[in-house]
């Protein structure tokens, strides 16, 4: 037997195996390299990870050998940056981190730079399987370093191939030459041209008659172009009178290209014109960051302005539209402008808080709206136990706003208020009691729900009905009863009073 080979582990076996039965590959993503803990190890298909593992990283490539089919051959580029340590042993993982396959390695030592001594080594893993194509790589580009053989291949297959990209008007690329033939016809858009492709457009062109009547026209010639006439002197006949006419701005002159801002970029205004103020005629104008007097209010100071007239300051009117797309207007009548108003669009659409608000400038939407109305006219009706909790944004009906109170008002009553304000209890009576020293233990009108925080209590002397709280004394028994003493040997009546809760 080899003293050096490679096996699928008992983890390895498996996980093929059940990549071939599922149809699922198994996906080998990285190999590890150890130094077997000094000592050269033999391959043991029970292993599940190195004995003493130095180094582990990406797969660079992963191949079928040509002449075995059942092996595969996977390759780790250890670049001269790493090292200082001997290889005896390598192991490849699946992306889970199982080890699928081990095997021993010749001892060789691999350097690295600070030794003085380095080199690029490709690590070689062969590994038999019934089937291949149950075994697939995962390489991350960013950190594999290609090895010169697989660059060497690639640069050589790509040289063989023809699969480049055309150039265009747009796209870099490969292009042919030209035909002659292509060249005079004009329609191939993917062929370069060349000088005698060139040339021999240019040697067609010459030789077409009247090639450059259109750019040649002389006196006297003929000028079939022009509305059928022809001589020069039959064009200067059709034009009429505006032959004769001064070209300029004024009322009957013949109109330049340009002017009142019409074929050009019209007329910039700047903060010394007046808007209200302009000369009464149709014209175009532009505002480019400095605004004129009577601007409108609002209005960006990138914008256009149209100027209609009949001709008079006395009806006249103004549109602005702005850079921000909003558009305003104003009119006079009898030389008086009405005033700026600003013409509303969806994108002057409020918010539901503008509509609370009452914004001015805005226009309502009916989605925007409705919420507004319902934000401001309908609320959620509190429960009784969010009334108790004080929860926000709910409204209080009468029921549960009293719900919790109780009361009777006699000579011995109570109050029970509401648990939203604390759920407080007031109880109170009357009572005599026939031996005071000995003291005698009241019913409570009601049991207190919580607690019997406090008792009061005072006697009523037989002469009228003046109090007097002194040589009394009261405490509370459990939440139900109050105990009640006095000095007097006598019979006492005693008023007397209870907070709990």
């Known amino acids: 037997m080899s003293q050096f080979f490679t096996l699928p582990t008992k983890i390895g076996q498996g996980l093929i195996s059940n990549a071939i039965a599922y149809n699922e590959p198994l996906t080998i993503a990285t190999m590890a390299i150890g130094d077997g803990g000094g000592k050269l190890p033999s391959p043991d298909a029970s292993v599940t990870r190195l004995v003493n593992e130095v180094r582990r990283g990406p797969i660079n490539q992963i191949t079928t050998d040509p002449?075995?089919?059942?092996?595969?051959?996977?390759?780790?580029?250890?670049?001269?940056?790493?090292?200082?340590?001997?290889?005896?042993?390598?192991?490849l993982y699946d992306t889970d981190g199982n080890l699928v396959a081990y095997g021993n390695y010749p001892e060789t030592y691999k350097p690295q730079l600070s030794e003085g001594s380095s080199r690029t080594q490709t690590i070689r893993f062969v590994m038999e399987t019934?089937?291949?194509?149950?075994?697939t790589l995962r390489i991350d580009p960013s950190v594999v370093m290609a090895s010169r053989k697989y660059v060497d291949d690639q640069l050589d297959a790509h040289a063989k191939s023809r699969n480049h990209p055309d150039a265009d008007t747009k796209n870099k690329g490969f292009a042919r030459y030209a035909t002659v033939a292509e060249s005079k016809k004009g329609e191939e858009a993917k062929a370069a041209q060349t000088p005698a492709g060139g040339m021999a457009q240019l040697d067609d062109h010459r030789k077409e008659e009247d090639a450059h009547v259109a750019s040649s026209i002389k006196l006297n010639e003929e000028l079939p172009v022009f509305a059928g006439a022809t001589k020069l002197w039959s064009v200067l006949f059709n034009l009429g009178n505006a032959a004769r006419k001064t070209v300029g701005r004024a009322v009957g002159n013949v109109m330049e290209v340009g002017a009142f801002g019409i074929g050009s970029g019209g007329t910039r205004l700047t903060s010394s014109d007046d808007l209200l103020a302009l000369p009464p005629h149709n014209e175009l104008y532009t505002v480019t960051g400095s605004k004129p007097r009577n601007y409108p209010e609002g209005a960006h100071e990138y914008g256009?302005?149209?100027?209609?007239?009949?001709?008079?300051?006395?009806?006249?009117?103004?549109?602005?539209?702005?850079?921000n797309r909003h558009m305003f207007y104003n009119a006079c009548s009898g030389a008086s402008w009405k005033g700026w108003v600003a013409v509303?669009?969806?994108?002057?659409?409020?918010?539901?808080?503008?509509?609370?608000s009452g914004t001015a400038g805005k226009i309502a939407g009916a989605a925007e709206l409705k919420q507004a109305l319902g934000s401001a006219a309908w609320a959620n009706i509190a429960t009784q136990s969010e009334v108790n909790a004080g929860t926000a944004e709910r409204v209080v009906t009468a029921d549960r706003l009293r719900f919790g109170i109780a009361y009777r008002l006699s000579t011995t009553g109570?109050?029970?208020?509401p648990k939203w304000i604390g759920g407080l209890v007031l109880q109170w009576g009357v009572v005599n009691v026939a031996n005071p020293p000995a003291g005698r233990v009241v019913d409570l009108p009601i049991e207190f729900p919580n607690s019997f925080l406090i008792p009061f209590c005072s006697y009523r002397q037989t002469q009228g009905n003046a109090v007097n709280d002194r040589n009394t004394g009261c405490a509370p028994v459990g939440r139900t009863q109050i105990a009640l003493t006095g000095e007097w040997s006598t019979e006492m009546t005693f008023h007397w009073r209870a907070i709990g809760y």
């Not at 256009?304 to 850079?323: E, F, K, P, W």
């Not at 109570?414 to 208020?417: A, K, N, Q, R």
């Open 130 to 135: 019934t089937d291949t194509s149950a075994v």
């Open 304 to 323: 256009q302005v149209i100027y209609l007239s009949r001709g008079t300051t006395a009806d006249c009117a103004i549109i602005v539209i702005d850079s």
């Open 67 to 91: 002449d075995n089919p059942n092996w595969i051959i996977a390759e780790q580029v250890l670049p001269p940056d790493v090292g200082g340590w001997t290889i005896r042993e390598v192991g």
């Open 344 to 356: 509303l669009t969806s994108e002057d659409r409020a918010t539901v808080a503008e509509l609370i």
């Open 414 to 417: 109570y109050v029970m208020f």
